[in-house]
């Protein structure tokens, strides 16, 4: 087969189990609902061969006007070296104005010559840690003068107010597209204002439960958050730490998570870059670049 035998075409609904297989066979492990909510939040690109099978997708989420990321980035094993995620990065690529516009992702150790023969480079790190559900149990964590809720469907939009003035971005459609999926959502209050002081999610993968994300006001609630979501709790967990984050990284050291790998944060484009993640000590997740 060659470049020209792939095709664009839109996502049947009956097709989500097709993105789970695809995911299994590269080692990903989403699951239904994983797909689910990048479908909802995001924008697929899906190659398909001769025969209709998926062969290659890249989704491409918005955050605000000059700034998005891309995420899911796949080609099939058996279709690779076709240029196949050249032509899926395009697609998504057209989308934007690249002269007044950041573009993000965290790339994978074959993604990387891809991407930085297209421009991109790198600006920082993305750590992936685990915790075995065989890790020692911790403590339940405190606060003074705070307080750990569940976050309640009424106060939603308090949260994701929240999540805007930290990050400086509006990440509100793959946040409520989580939340709606029956994600755990913890956040800490001020006892006597009432006022949120952070709040985390986790849910489930395949093989393990993924922490993210955590944002807060400072180390101390993000470690605290963090601890509350898996106190108590007998499963594999993964969080996604950025580098420039080293101090949250210890302390999730010392709770039994381990460093398993380091993937490239890598941008694109001409539009400013500021430190978008200065409140949040753990990112979504990589498949949201």
Not at 58 to 68: G, Q
Not at 166 to 192: E, P, W
Not at 265 to 281: E, I
Request: neutral net charge; charged residues 25%; proline residues 4%.
């Amino acid at each position: 087969m060659t470049y020209s035998d792939f095709r664009f075409r839109q996502l049947h609904r009956n097709e989500v189990e097709n993105l789970v297989q695809m995911t299994d066979e590269v080692g990903w492990g989403f699951s239904a609902e994983n797909w689910r909510i990048i479908l909802s939040s995001g924008q697929i690109f899906l190659l398909v061969d001769e025969a209709n099978e998926i062969a290659a997708t890249a989704a491409l989420f918005r955050y605000r006007d000059h700034l998005a990321s891309i995420g899911s980035v796949i080609v099939r094993e058996r279709f690779r070296g076709l240029g196949l995620a050249s032509r899926v990065l395009d697609a998504a690529e057209d989308s934007l104005d690249l002269d007044r516009s950041i573009v993000q992702l965290i790339a994978t150790k074959d993604g990387f010559p891809v991407y930085q023969s297209r421009g991109y480079r790198p600006i920082a790190d993305c750590h992936r840690l685990v915790r075995p559900k065989r890790a020692t149990q911790i403590s339940v964590p405190s606060l003074p003068a705070c307080r750990f809720d569940p976050v309640p469907p009424d106060m939603w939009e308090d949260v994701l107010d929240f999540d805007r003035k930290c990050n400086q971005v509006d990440r509100g459609q793959v946040l409520t597209a989580m939340f709606h999926a029956g994600y755990r959502t913890m956040a800490v209050f001020d006892q006597k204002t009432g006022q949120i002081l952070g709040y985390a999610m986790s849910g489930p993968r395949k093989s393990m439960t993924v922490i993210g994300p955590v944002v807060a006001k400072d180390l101390s609630i993000a470690c605290a958050l963090v601890q509350m979501l898996i106190y108590g709790r007998s499963e594999d967990f993964r969080i996604d730490i950025l580098s420039h984050q080293e101090a949250f990284c210890a302390v999730m050291n010392r709770e039994g998570f381990c460093l398993e790998d380091t993937s490239p944060v890598m941008v694109r484009g001409k539009g400013p870059l500021k430190n978008l993640q200065s409140d949040a000590y753990a990112i979504i997740s990589q498949a949201f670049g």
